[in-house]
């Protein structure tokens, strides 16, 4: 069995289980395990939101979700296990849109390649966010480009950070 | 040579079908469809914003398209605005 699970989950069918990822990345020889979990916050900058709903371009987020995993493999490994899901549609407020689980012999590992794991997914899958307000009105999250990701991985002291969102 | 283009996030708004189809040279580069891409949104979708055109990547089914790499023989191409999930 693989140690890496990638999915996309379609929310009109199924929902994410966060107890069946720690399930997953469970291992007799691992004592470390970490998790995030992100959820559908009822508010963002101020304004009163009553959903989500979630666009994924979903042949290249999985591909690029084995790439991230495997990065943290080479990384954190080679001991490791890692369960990555996210959420497509829409989605209620408190409703979970994406999890990441990594199960490691200890906890510096764990905690390190579950934070990395969830930055690279928010900062480059090809997935979009659309807030739904009580108001009735929606908008597109604006998020991170991917022309300006790529531009500055081509730098070889690149590195992402500097700014929060989601 | 006729391109078909996909469109995701905030693109499906302007088009409901989530699809256009546009007209480029034979040879024609991302940088091609992307202003061909602009000159269509200019034209046919009120509200058009063309700055998040300009931040957008374009990509493959497999792969995201640096701005000089020739277009895909085949398939669609894919417009990616920039992204925030989680």
């Known amino acids: ?11 009109e069918h199924e929902r ?17 395990f970490a998790m995030f979990v992100g959820r559908v916050r ?12 979630y666009d994924v371009f979903e042949q290249l987020a999985l591909a690029g979700f084995d790439d991230i995993v495997r990065r943290a493999q080479e990384q954190f490994g080679p001991r490791l296990k890692i369960h990555l899901a996210h959420a497509r549609g829409r989605l209620g407020v408190g409703d979970v849109a994406v999890v990441v689980a990594v199960g490691t012999p200890h906890r510096d590992e764990a905690f390190r390649a579950c934070r990395q794991v ?3 997914v928010k900062h480059r899958s090809p997935i979009w966010k659309q807030e739904h307000y009580q108001d009735g009105s929606s908008e597109w999250s604006e998020g991170c480009s991917l022309c300006e990701t790529q531009a500055r991985d081509d730098q070889p002291e690149s590195r992402h950070d500097g700014h929060a969102h989601g | 040579m006729k391109v078909e283009v996909s469109l995701f996030g905030a693109f499906r708004d302007y ?3 989530a699809a ?16 061909a891409l602009a000159a269509h949104g200019r034209a ?43």
């Open chain 1, 1 to 11: 069995m693989s140690d890496f699970r990638c999915m996309i989950v379609d929310v």
């Open chain 1, 16 to 32: 994410i289980d966060p107890a069946a990822a720690l399930e997953f990345v469970a291992d007799p020889a691992f004592g470390g």
């Open chain 1, 42 to 53: 009822e508010q963002n900058q101020g304004r009163a939101v009553v959903g989500v709903s």
């Open chain 1, 118 to 120: 969830i930055e690279a």
């Open chain 2, 15 to 17: 088009e409901p079908g």
């Open chain 2, 20 to 35: 256009v189809t546009l007209e480029v040279p034979a040879g024609a580069r991302v940088a091609d469809l992307r202003s």
């Open chain 2, 44 to 86: 046919h979708w009120p509200g058009f914003r063309e700055g998040l055109l300009m931040r957008s990547a374009f990509a493959s089914q497999s792969c995201v398209l640096g701005e000089q790499e020739p277009l895909p023989a085949s398939g669609p191409v894919v417009v990616l605005p920039p992204v925030g999930g989680g």
